[in-house]
């Protein structure tokens, strides 16, 4: 079983719909946890961090669920812009980055 | 925006040359690390640094070595290129911090080995 998990998608969204990524993660000492954004050949880039209490940057909200082991990020009122693979990251302090699969996101007008 | 470099982008090559990815990173961060990603597939680390004169060995093997002589620089040298090294190597750091930790790439090299 690897060590973080996704949805495995593609998902196909209409523009302006709201749509919602998975991710669990096997490690529970686990202390940070992160959604990173990567475009086709390109490099991944930060799109936030999750915190317990959960955090939302304008149409982008993360929640975070410890007892779980589980991770979310719902995109509303999704661009065509948001077409992009987005990936679910977990850290330990001290120890290396785990990164999820990938879930692939193509938003179509 | 995140300081760290990568040179080349973009790099063909023939088989049985040396080559060395060069990346820097202005923002002072202790840990550096390599990945390697092929089109459409996941992350793999091969290469990472806690800090000068620190390196190790990745998840998945690797024919490349590295080197950390300076904080800022991490680069990464096959001594003789093949068709299976062909790949897209992207370099990151992050700053060793408890919670707040957060991990900044690089814009990537392409590698293509004829």
């Known amino acids: 079983r690897k060590e973080v998990e996704q949805d495995p998608g593609p998902f196909n969204v209409p523009e302006g719909a709201t749509v919602a990524f998975n991710c669990t993660y096997s490690n529970s000492a686990s202390q940070s946890f992160f959604w990173y954004r990567q475009d086709c050949r390109k490099e991944p880039k930060l799109l936030m961090s999750?915190?317990?209490s959960g955090n939302e940057d304008g149409r982008f909200t993360a929640q975070l669920n410890r007892a779980s082991q589980y991770i979310s990020l719902l995109i509303r009122d999704s661009k065509l812009s948001d077409s992009a693979t987005y990936l679910c990251?977990?850290?330990?302090?001290?120890?290396?980055?785990?990164f999820g699969p990938g879930t692939r996101l193509s938003v179509l007008p | 925006e995140a300081d760290i470099y990568q040179t080349p982008r973009y790099l063909v090559i023939g088989t049985g040359k040396k080559i060395t990815l060069e990346c820097s990173q202005t923002m002072g961060h202790d840990k550096m690390y390599w990945y390697q990603q092929d089109p459409g597939m996941e992350l793999h680390l091969i290469h990472y640094?806690?800090?000068?004169?620190?390196?190790e060995k990745g998840d998945l093997s690797s024919e490349s070595t590295v080197s950390r002589i300076r904080t800022e620089h991490f680069p990464l040298t096959l001594e003789s290129a093949r068709p299976s090294h062909t790949s897209q190597y992207l370099c990151?750091?992050?700053?060793?911090?408890?919670?707040?930790?957060?991990?900044?790439f690089g814009p990537g090299t392409r590698l293509l080995v004829l």
């Open positions: 990151a750091s992050s700053e060793l911090k408890p919670i707040e930790e957060t991990q900044y």
């Open positions: 640094s806690y800090g000068v004169n620190s390196t």
């Open positions: 990251v977990v850290n330990n302090y001290g120890q290396n980055f785990v």
């Open positions: 999750v915190y317990s």
